[in-house]
């Protein structure tokens, strides 16, 4: 029982560290969670049935340890429910691809810098991918051939967070320089043509001031 009065449902161990990343999948049947021990587990919901009803209280279904530093970005792909996109700290600065049924690391791409937040479109093949020292940058890939697409640059800090609206059109960003900002980077997908899209990448619309 936590302080609240809430259940605590059950406690799972596997980490070393602090956990820094976590996120569910779209289908709700595994969590990923990344840690300051540079781990990356995936939690799989049909493994923890099958434990609890052996009395056990342990569902860690996949270690990965290949990162060299802390892991706190994690997406998981919106067209491939396997498919997990996960990126390292400043030791590290690579985003790494997994098949979460297998364990297996598809791909690995050194970015040039620690990777904080991790977004897929949801509605073309690329990801955005949000970074610190040295540029503070949001960068725009191809998948699956990484090719970059685009730099997004006004942040002049770290950028901890990303957000997509619902429409999955405009993401918000959040950075260590007390400011959000917004980009129309995935364009508008009903009926605007992909050159039109692409043109409003470097495009901020709004930026707010943190107040404390």
């Known amino acids: 029982m936590c302080e609240s009065g809430i259940p605590v449902v059950h406690t799972y161990h596997?980490?070393?560290q602090e956990v820094c990343g976590l996120k569910w999948s779209g289908s709700g049947q595994q969590l990923a969670s990344g840690g300051n021990d540079?781990?990356?587990?995936?939690w799989d919901v049909a493994v923890a049935s099958s434990v609890r009803s052996a009395g056990r209280t342990q569902w860690l279904h996949r270690r990965m340890p290949d990162h060299?530093?802390?892991v706190k970005a994690l997406a998981w792909c919106p067209f491939q429910s396997n498919l997990l996109a996960s990126g390292g700290g400043g030791d590290d600065?690579?985003?790494?691809f997994w098949n979460t049924h297998t364990?297996?690391?598809l791909n690995s791409i050194d970015t040039g810098s620690q990777v904080c937040a991790l977004l897929?479109?949801?509605n073309e093949r690329e990801l955005l991918s949000s970074h610190g020292f040295t540029k503070n940058q949001l960068t725009l890939w191809k998948y699956p051939s990484m090719v970059k697409m685009a730099e997004l640059n006004g942040h002049t800090a770290r950028v901890?967070?990303?957000a997509q609206s619902p429409d999955g059109c405009t993401v918000a960003s959040a950075a260590a320089?007390?400011?959000l900002r917004f980009w129309n980077v995935f364009g508008a997908p009903e009926a605007t043509p992909k050159a039109a899209a692409k043109a409003s990448y470097t495009g901020i619309f709004n930026s707010f001031n943190h107040i404390r």
């Open 177 to 179: 320089d007390e400011t």
């Open 14 to 16: 596997g980490h070393e």
């Open 93 to 96: 600065r690579c985003i790494k």
């Open 160 to 162: 901890l967070f990303m």
């Open 68 to 70: 060299l530093a802390a």
């Open 38 to 42: 540079n781990l990356l587990h995936i």
């Open 103 to 105: 364990g297996a690391c």
């Open 120 to 122: 897929w479109n949801k």
